[in-house]
């Protein structure tokens, strides 16, 4: 599968009708064979106003899409430097992803890394490797993927796309951000008191609302 992701900061005034063009434009893009278009959620961190994802069978879908006119439509909404205040984006195919497809969903949350501190091939193994174990200890991950993008923007050159999905937010706040396995295995990556540290402390962390599950699903 292949997704494009966008994460938009709409100017206040203009969140209402940007998110209903978003929307309608969205809804008309050939060949999806996924779509969110969502608020986020207060509590996120560099997150904007919206998420918007949408996924194709593969890159050539994806590029076909976004030629069209509803995706010429969705270029030139979050080109509008009017309304649009930030965005961060990463166009990517799915990389590492696991979890139950049919397991309950109610919250989707992304995070978007820049592994720049000397990442070398071993490094950026080991933290692949250690993020991958998350799920393992972190039960209320209900679906999640880790991917490395093709093509990135915004603030930063975003190398990492880690996504998952639980059934509430208390899901994310609670075991998610407070496991041991966080903690002494994946934080080392992050802290720059760490002498392992790879990650820039520059990071978006957002979430919103689901009412379908939208990652590891193959159809």
Known sequence: MYNLLKVIGVAQAQRDAFGAALREATERLPGARGRLVAPTLPGVFNGGDFIWRVTFADRAAAEAAMASDAGQTIQALVADKQTVVSLEEADFATGHSGGAADAASGLYRVAMFCADRNPTPERLA?????????????????????????????????????EQEYADRAGLEGPYMLHPVHWAHVERWFDTEYPQCLVAPQLVHTFCALDRAILNQQA
């Not at 991950?141 to 991917?147: A, P």
């Not at 490395?148 to 796309?161: F, K």
């Open 126 to 162: 080991a933290f692949s490797r250690d993020t991958r174990i998350m799920p393992d200890h972190v039960r209320t991950i209900q679906r999640w993927e880790l991917s490395t993008p093709d093509r990135a923007g915004g603030t930063m050159s975003w190398t990492h796309i880690w």
